[in-house]
C-alpha cells in the first residue's frame, strides 16, 4: 500500500485544515488507519485511528473535540479534520496504515503500523 498524504499549509489559529490520505493498493478496507505528527525536535506523536470499517475512532487528549477521522473506502482515502487550530499543532503530518492484530490495543504505537506516507505540513500562526 502507498500512501499519499496532501492539505496541509499555513492557518492562523482558530483556523481549519483538512488532511487527506490517498492509498494505492488493494484492500484499503481491510487497513486501520492512523494519523500521526512530528514537530521539529520532537519525537513523532498519536494523533488519531481508524479502524477497518470506521466504525471506532481513537484521538490524542490534546486534540479531541477538534480533530475528526473519517475514511472512504470506495475512494481509498482517509481524511484527518482538523478545527480550531493552536499553533502548538504545527508539526509535519503523516498518515499511516497497518493491519496487525489488537489494533483496540496498539492503534497509538508508531511501530504498529506497516505503511507511512510522506507527510504534510502543518502550520499555524499565532
Known amino acids: 500500500v502507498q500512501l499519499q498524504a496532501s492539505g496541509g499549509g499555513l492557518v492562523q489559529a482558530r483556523g481549519s485544515l483538512s488532511l487527506s490520505c490517498a492509498a494505492c493498493?488493494?484492500?484499503?478496507?481491510?487497513?486501520?488507519m492512523g494519523w500521526f505528527r512530528q514537530a521539529p525536535g520532537k519525537e513523532r506523536e498519536f494523533v488519531a485511528a481508524?479502524?477497518?470499517?470506521?466504525?471506532?475512532?481513537y484521538y490524542a487528549d490534546s486534540v479531541k473535540g477538534r480533530f475528526t477521522i473519517s475514511r472512504d473506502n470506495a475512494k481509498n482515502t482517509a481524511y484527518l479534520q482538523t478545527n480550531s487550530l493552536k499553533p502548538e499543532d504545527t508539526a509535519v503530518y503523516y498518515c499511516?496504515?497497518?493491519?496487525?492484530?489488537?489494533?483496540?490495543?496498539?492503534?497509538?504505537?508508531?511501530?504498529?503500523?506497516?505503511?507511512w506516507g510522506q507527510g504534510t505540513q502543518v502550520t499555524v500562526s499565532s
Open positions: 493498493g488493494r484492500s484499503f478496507c481491510t487497513y486501520a
Open positions: 499511516a496504515a497497518g493491519r496487525r492484530g489488537d489494533f483496540r490495543s496498539n492503534y497509538f504505537r508508531n511501530n504498529w503500523y506497516d505503511y
Open positions: 481508524s479502524s477497518w470499517i470506521g466504525g471506532n475512532a
